[in-house]
């Protein structure tokens, strides 16, 4: 069989090594970047970190003794993908510069099309494609007047310089904590422009020193300890919890998230400001240390009364205040229900995914969509976005897609997709949990569709690891 596994990003990376261990040879990756590392490849903004510890944030094959930090820095992420990418010859079977645009299922096989008319055919589609990944622009009037430099978080342009210069940031996400963090002791003057607040966690972030990274390297095991208690601390603190939204541990999650609002912003007035109207977990926690700090300097300023536009020079609020700028950062985060679009794919009878995603994008246990066989998704809808560390969620799918390949390798079948009754059966499930999660408790956050139904995985992780474990081949159809 030939295998075609579309991006190298972290699952990728992931799918590629995986696929040659399982004995499968004919495998190609296409990238439209010049190199791997999605998500980490894309931003560099300063003060970029991962909220994911490090040694958890690692593949489990591949563990690393030199991590610098327990959040290590993003820059530091992305030499850790380029290097096992590398090591394990993920690189050499890379097409780098090529976009698949086009993925159709004919006469039984998958047919691809790269933006350079580049054509190829697999029998088997892995689409590694992610989730932060196509930056979300606002849509204000007069941005594109603007006199001074602006971009998204995600497309920094370091060649513009903010020592000393007036820069405003639009967003209150993870990214733009961790941007104004980072660059207010640097900055001129600095301009939060807030819509809604967020509840902060507060988190240590100590460095390894050489003495323990030694350890690491002469005792393997310790990683992998760190990794075993930190997904338990995941499972037990959050991953396990979410349908259960008057758990006592969501509560002291909430409390804790108070209390470091409370004793870290001294003026009452920023303070209250500060303080989202929501419970902590509603949105996606903002994991960071020193924010609060950041904000409160004599050169920072928040602004809550709303984008009206944006001028030549600067950004006019509702209440008609002008605030002239340099620069204009925009972390309004990512388009994270695109998934593989916007490569168009069309599966058996011309059915195009876009068509079937046109009120929400929908998977069987996030992999997986009838009528599209042998085409397989990691890290899809529906999947445990916020619930775990992703390296994980991805190789337990992978384990998952490579026991239905093996139907396909002992000629079981030729063909395998998601039943449509397995389908409605899990989405209709899927959708009566969401209703009962933390993230339907009262705020607007990107784990919402546009009915204002949570998207991401509503279960516990428990249950997800059980779905993983062994496929339940009668909910597929095999031809």
């Not at 931003?43 to 991590?67: E, I, K, M, Q, R």
């Not at 029998?123 to 932060?132: N, S």
């Amino acid at each position: 069989m030939r295998f075609v596994v579309i991006g190298a990003g972290m699952s990728g990376i992931l799918a590629a090594i995986r696929l040659r261990e399982a004995g499968y040879d004919d495998v190609v990756v296409y990238e439209k970047a010049d190199r791997p590392g999605g998500t980490w490849r894309e931003n560099t903004y300063p003060g970029l970190s991962c909220d994911v510890p490090s040694h958890f944030y690692s593949y489990s094959f591949a563990l690393n003794p030199d991590w610098s930090r327990r959040y290590s820095p993003g820059a530091e992420i992305q030499a850790y993908f380029t290097g096992v990418a590398k090591r394990y010859g993920v690189t050499d079977r890379t097409r780098f510069g090529k976009e698949i645009v086009r993925c159709a299922f004919e006469d039984g096989r998958w047919h691809l099309t790269a933006n350079d008319g580049a054509t190829d055919v697999a029998d088997v589609v892995i689409a590694a494609t992610g989730v932060l990944h196509h930056p979300k622009m606002p849509e204000i009037e007069g941005l594109e007047t603007f006199a001074g430099a602006a971009f998204h978080s995600a497309r920094w342009d370091h060649s513009v310089p903010i020592d000393g210069r007036r820069v405003g940031v639009v967003g209150t996400g993870s990214s733009a904590v961790q941007i104004v963090t980072a660059i207010t002791d640097r900055v001129g003057q600095l301009v939060l422009f807030q819509r809604t607040p967020q509840w902060i966690m507060p988190a240590q972030n100590p460095a390894y020193g050489d003495e323990e990274k030694a350890s690491f390297r002469a005792h393997p095991e310790a990683m992998e300890e760190i990794r075993r208690a930190t997904a338990q601390q995941f499972c037990d603190g959050f991953a396990n919890i979410v349908g259960e939204t008057d758990s006592p541990i969501l509560q002291a999650m909430h409390d804790m998230c108070v209390a470091h609002l409370e004793s870290s912003v001294h003026d009452p007035e920023l303070r209250e400001k500060l303080r989202p109207s929501y419970r902590a977990a509603c949105k996606r926690l903002v994991i960071a240390d020193g924010f609060y700090e950041a904000i409160q300097r004599p050169n920072a300023r928040l602004v809550t009364d709303g984008v009206a536009r944006v001028e030549p020079a600067g950004v006019r609020t509702k209440d008609g205040t002008l605030y002239p700028l340099d620069v204009l950062v925009l972390a309004t985060g990512f388009q994270v229900d695109w998934f593989v679009r916007p490569m168009q794919v069309t599966g058996r009878g011309g059915v195009r995914l876009d068509d079937l995603w046109a009120h929400g994008a929908t998977a069987y246990l996030s992999m997986t969509v009838p009528g599209f066989p042998n085409f397989f998704m990691l890290n899809g809808p529906n999947g445990p976005v916020g619930n775990f560390s992703l390296i994980e969620v991805a190789e337990l799918q992978f384990d998952y897609v490579l026991k239905l390949v093996d139907e396909l390798r002992r000629g079981a079948c030729r063909e395998l997709a998601p039943s449509a009754e397995a389908m409605a059966r899990f989405d209709a499930e899927r959708r009566e949990a969401a209703k009962k999660t933390i993230w339907n408790t009262g705020c607007r956050s990107w784990y919402l569709d546009e009915t204002g139904l949570p998207t991401a995985w509503p279960f516990t992780f428990d249950r997800f690891r059980n779905e993983m474990a062994a496929p339940r081949l009668e909910d597929y159809e095999r031809r």
